[in-house]
């Protein structure tokens, strides 16, 4: 996880700093002319204490270096009273980057949504007993892009966009008389953790998972239970009935599990296989099931079948994975929850 330690203002006014001394106007001034034209002065020693905070970040970044030409007998690095300082070239690219950035729409909204999951990976909000509140994002410096604040309304469609494809769960961001509080799913975990929090790739890569509906058909594996069919096979067309009773998602998930035990595992992955199941079953059997323990259940089968399982192992679970958490939505919905 990443460094927490300043927060949406800080990196709005260290952002700007950078900016404002890649302006050739600002090229030879003093710092501290510089904070007293942007911020009308330094009028307490808390405020000095920021700057020189601020100075040594955007020198440990390698943006700023110092030029040495005040009182050498100085200790404590730089003086924001009395340093000057030049941007370096890499200052000067992150300077290029930020101009870039807020200029691009389709970077701004993609960005938005990253930083939504990785402020809620942070945070460590997985789960409903985990739940954020929306006014804490915009106090997390995730919050920021390119030196500019992220706004009420980017939250709102990311928050949406993100919900609608299960990354996160929480507040309906349509019912906007009501406080939003949101977590992370664990399909949205898989997103951090396998690919950064990029949401469209990790969403392209579940797609490209899928088998496709034009490929002909091959050797075929029947597994029936009540409603529940499953083709299988290399090439082959994948079909799923999957009604809303909770006995026909457990027996999806048992006949998954089946077929991985087919794969030999060894000891530990076995005992993972059968807690991970029996998280599923458990959930989808409560009272109140909230589709986390199949979400869990899809995650762990399949990257263990994309460890070298055959085509057709990973096209059946992939099928009754989703088939499963489609259905549990349903589940849910009809109880009411």
């Given amino acids: 996880m990443s460094d927490d330690s300043w927060s949406a203002p800080d990196e709005i006014r260290r952002l700007k700093i950078l900016v404002g001394l890649a302006d050739p106007a600002n090229r030879g001034h003093s710092v501290v002319a510089f904070f007293l034209n942007e911020r009308g002065g330094w009028i307490s020693s808390d405020v000095g204490v920021m700057a020189r ?12 270096e110092e030029q040495r030409e005040w009182d050498k007998r100085a200790t404590g690095g730089i003086n924001p ?3 000057n300082v030049s941007i370096t070239e890499a200052g000067r690219s992150k300077v290029k980057e930020i101009w870039e950035g807020r200029a691009s729409k389709p970077a701004r909204v993609a960005a938005c949504r990253s930083s939504l999951l990785w402020w809620l990976y942070s945070q460590d909000a997985i789960g409903p007993s985990r739940s954020l509140g929306e006014e804490s994002f915009f106090s997390d410096r995730r919050s920021v892009y390119c030196g500019q604040q992220l706004s009420h309304g980017e939250f709102l469609a990311a928050h949406g966009w993100l ?3 299960g990354l996160v769960d929480g507040t309906d ?13 664990d399909a949205g975990v898989s997103c951090i953790e396998r690919y950064d929090g990029e949401a469209d790739k990790y969403l392209e890569a579940m797609e490209q998972k899928q088998p496709s509906q034009h490929s002909p058909s091959g050797p075929v594996i029947n597994i029936h239970g009540g409603q529940v069919q499953m083709a299988t096979g290399d090439y082959s067309q994948q079909t799923m009935n999957v009604g809303l009773a909770a006995e026909q998602l457990v027996l999806v998930i048992n006949g998954v599990a089946e077929m991985l035990h087919g794969l030999r595992l060894d000891a530990g992955h076995g005992v993972t296989l059968e807690r991970v199941r029996q998280d599923a079953v458990d959930d989808v059997t409560s009272e109140r099931p909230s589709g986390q323990g199949v979400r869990r259940f899809y995650d762990w089968v399949l990257g263990c079948v994309s460890q070298g399982s055959s085509t057709a192992l990973a096209a059946a679970v992939t099928a009754a994975a989703n088939g499963m958490l489609h259905d549990v939505e349903q589940l849910s919905r009809a109880l009411g929850m």
């Fill in 163 to 165: 919900q609608r494809r």
């Fill in 53 to 64: 905070q601020d100075l040594r970040y955007l020198a440990a970044q390698g943006w700023i």
């Fill in 173 to 185: 961001p349509d019912e906007v008389e009501i406080p939003i509080r949101i977590y992370l799913s």
């Fill in 81 to 83: 009273s009395q340093a």
